[in-house]
């Protein structure tokens, strides 16, 4: 009997006199029409195993996900301590800074600047203003834009001479006008897909500012907590940014397994390590604060958050990779996908790589400079936790990185050829990152 070709129809014999009809499609899935003129697809849903596993393997790591969140999601306001509680700043404006001698600062100058309240309910009132003279763009310049605290009065103490002391330098205008450049462009160059990712980004911060920093002060495990943010970050941003697909599945696993490997490793080596997480003046602030606090798992939380950002972007590259390639040359199998997305992954690593541990230098800069002030030998600086910590993070995020690539890869040309070519072109066409 000669097999059938796409499209055509194979008849078969059913009880009694019911003629059924078996077509059998391209993309191997097998639909059967009976006396009803109706149809029902028989498993496997997709027409492949495969893809059924796979999309199976997502909705389990989707719905644990989701109960995770339900567990840990913080309940009640976070109490604060009395002695760390918030500080009230308003709004003001330098209008006039003049130079004074003082014994307040080692230089024995300060600035005396006349002020005008520019917010709250002193909004117009104009007072003076006493600041230790500092380091260049640190001083307070006339037409400068502050905040400021009111000093408090406690009772059977003197008046303070100040009314109000300063605070810092109000930087939302410039962020704000930052942050509209950066919309502006997004949309204007990624236009609907610009627009979609933008739309993830927030809700990712969403789920960090009103899930991951709660939970983690309500003394649930900040590690636990890191890896249900990231994994629901996962969920929301890539099917906003990049649609639902094959590259969004194989994407999505390959983050999945290096990110749980990454955070694996973070953990195990915070230990064998010895890292306490207390090597910043803001861990010490919180753990004096927050005394369920775990410092140690603050410090993996992290690294674990911090490999997400990177991790997406290789895995949604490399199945877009994959994609484009089969668009090209439609008779690639799995092992010429895999090799020739391999080719550009290879590449692609190697500057992430760089892209990662260079960020993770530069924020140990400060503290490298302290030390060869200091002349403390390269191997001390080092083992220093301050240093440790980035090089571990570093360390932990690239091994994560670099698994992630193969993996995704291998997803991804394992999907491909199970596409149709509407599917392969809308997958192609949603990415945008």
């Given at each position: 009997?000669?097999?059938?070709?796409?499209?055509?129809?194979?008849?078969?014999?059913?009880?009694?006199?019911?003629?059924?009809?078996?077509?059998?499609?391209?993309?191997?899935?097998?639909?059967?029409?009976?006396?009803?003129?109706?149809?029902?697809?028989?498993?496997?849903?997709?027409?492949?195993?495969?893809?059924?596993?796979?999309?199976?393997?997502?909705?389990?790591?989707?719905?644990?996900?989701?109960?995770?969140?339900?567990?840990?999601?913080?309940?009640?306001?976070?109490?604060?301590?009395?002695?760390?509680?918030?500080?009230?700043?308003?709004?003001?404006?330098?209008?006039?800074?003049?130079?004074?001698?003082?014994?307040?600062?080692?230089?024995?100058?300060?600035?005396?600047?006349?002020?005008?309240?520019?917010?709250?309910?002193?909004?117009?009132?104009?007072?003076?203003?006493?600041?230790?003279?500092?380091?260049?763009?640190?001083?307070?310049?006339?037409?400068?834009?502050?905040?400021?605290?009111?000093?408090?009065?406690?009772?059977?103490?003197?008046?303070?001479?100040?009314?109000?002391?300063?605070?810092?330098?109000?930087?939302?205008?410039?962020?704000?006008?930052?942050?509209?450049?950066?919309?502006?462009?997004?949309?204007?160059?990624?236009?609907?897909?610009?627009?979609?990712?933008?739309?993830?980004?927030?809700?990712?911060?969403?789920?960090?500012?009103?899930?991951?920093?709660?939970?983690?002060?309500?003394?649930?495990?900040?590690?636990?907590?890191?890896?249900?943010?990231?994994f629901a970050v996962m969920l929301v941003m890539m099917p906003l940014s990049y649609g639902l697909g094959a590259k969004s599945l194989a994407a999505w696993l390959g983050t999945a397994v290096s990110l749980l490997l990454a955070a694996g490793l973070a953990y195990a080596?915070?230990?064998?390590?010895?890292?306490?997480?207390?090597?910043?003046?803001?861990?010490?602030?919180?753990?004096?604060?927050q005394s369920r606090l775990s410092l140690q798992g603050l410090l993996v939380a992290g690294m674990v958050i911090g490999a997400l950002g990177v991790l997406v972007d290789l895995t949604v590259s490399q199945a877009s990779t994959v994609i484009a390639l089969r668009r090209?040359?439609?008779?690639?199998?799995?092992?010429?996908?895999?090799?020739?997305?391999?080719?550009?992954?290879?590449?692609?690593?190697?500057?992430?790589?760089?892209?990662?541990?260079?960020?993770?230098?530069?924020?140990?800069?400060?503290?490298?400079?302290?030390?060869?002030?200091?002349?403390?030998?390269?191997?001390?600086?080092?083992?220093?936790?301050?240093?440790?910590?980035?090089?571990?993070?570093?360390?932990?995020?690239?091994?994560?990185?670099?698994?992630?690539?193969?993996?995704?890869?291998?997803?991804?040309?394992?999907?491909?050829?199970?596409?149709?070519?509407?599917?392969?072109?809308?997958?192609?066409?949603?990415?945008?990152?």
């Open positions: 009997m000669q097999p059938l070709s796409p499209g055509e129809e194979e008849p078969s014999r059913a009880a009694g006199s019911i003629l059924r009809v078996r077509r059998r499609r391209p993309d191997a899935e097998i639909v059967d029409e009976g006396f009803w003129g109706g149809s029902r697809r028989r498993f496997p849903l997709t027409g492949s195993y495969l893809v059924d596993s796979l999309v199976l393997a997502v909705v389990i790591l989707a719905i644990a996900t989701i109960v995770g969140l339900a567990i840990l999601w913080p309940d009640g306001k976070v109490g604060h301590s009395g002695q760390f509680g918030p500080i009230r700043t308003v709004g003001a404006v330098a209008e006039k800074v003049r130079s004074v001698p003082c014994a307040l600062s080692a230089s024995h100058v300060c600035r005396v600047a006349q002020i005008r309240i520019t917010d709250g309910p002193q909004k117009g009132q104009r007072t003076l203003l006493t600041t230790v003279a500092a380091v260049g763009s640190l001083d307070v310049a006339q037409g400068d834009r502050i905040r400021v605290y009111k000093n408090p009065v406690t009772p059977g103490s003197s008046r303070p001479r100040d009314t109000y002391s300063f605070a810092d330098f109000d930087r939302r205008g410039a962020m704000l006008w930052l942050a509209i450049g950066f919309v502006v462009l997004l949309v204007a160059t990624g236009r609907v897909h610009g627009l979609r990712a933008l739309v993830g980004l927030l809700a990712s911060l969403v789920i960090v500012i009103k899930f991951v920093v709660p939970a983690i002060l309500h003394g649930s495990s900040p590690f636990a907590v890191a890896i249900v943010g990231a080596f915070a230990h064998i390590a010895h890292l306490s997480g207390a090597s910043t003046d803001e861990s010490v602030y919180l753990g004096a604060s090209v040359n439609p008779s690639l199998g799995f092992g010429g996908l895999f090799r020739g997305a391999l080719e550009v992954g290879h590449d692609h690593i190697a500057a992430t790589v760089a892209t990662l541990v260079f960020a993770y230098a530069g924020a140990a800069l400060p503290v490298l400079l302290i030390f060869s002030v200091g002349g403390t030998s390269f191997a001390d600086a080092v083992n220093g936790e301050a240093v440790a910590d980035e090089v571990i993070a570093a360390l932990v995020g690239s091994i994560g990185l670099i698994a992630s690539m193969p993996i995704t890869t291998a997803l991804a040309a394992l999907l491909a050829p199970r596409m149709s070519d509407k599917q392969l072109a809308a997958a192609e066409h949603a990415h945008a990152h």
